[in-house]
């Protein structure tokens, strides 16, 4: 099964930015997307973008539109998520995750990444 490793989390000020990276091991076939998903504290996980492997087509939750860009890189096996204009309330730990083709849920799941925005 996949291995995912995500990368990148750390404390910065409001209005800063940050790359998160998710790196995939043990992969012997391409994944139907990628996601990226986050977690505040007290509340429920939450989708926050992804990218579809066959179109490269991506998508991403309202609260961070405009802001976050997911792309990945093929060759490093690696999915990115790139943060600026960051918020307090974006302030969660981020995970990555698979969907492989044919299956409908997200399969796959790394073990996060701490990300902090001071106000």
């Known amino acids: 099964q996949v291995r995912l490793v995500e990368s990148g989390g750390g404390l910065v000020q409001a209005g800063g930015s940050l790359r998160l990276s998710c790196v995939a091991t043990?992969?012997?076939?391409?994944?139907?997307?990628m996601g990226w998903f986050r977690q505040a504290p007290g509340k429920e996980r939450e989708f926050v973008a992804r990218i579809r492997w066959t179109t490269s087509s991506t998508y991403y939750a309202d609260s961070v539109k405009g802001r976050f860009t997911i792309s990945r890189d093929d060759a490093k096996n690696t999915v990115f998520l790139q943060m600026n204009s960051l918020k307090p309330e974006d302030t969660a730990v981020y995970y990555c995750?698979?969907?492989?083709?044919?299956?409908?849920?997200?399969?796959?799941w790394g073990q996060g990444t701490q990300v902090t925005v001071s106000s």
């Open positions: 995750a698979e969907q492989r083709v044919g299956v409908k849920e997200y399969s796959s």
């Open positions: 043990r992969r012997t076939v391409s994944p139907y997307e």
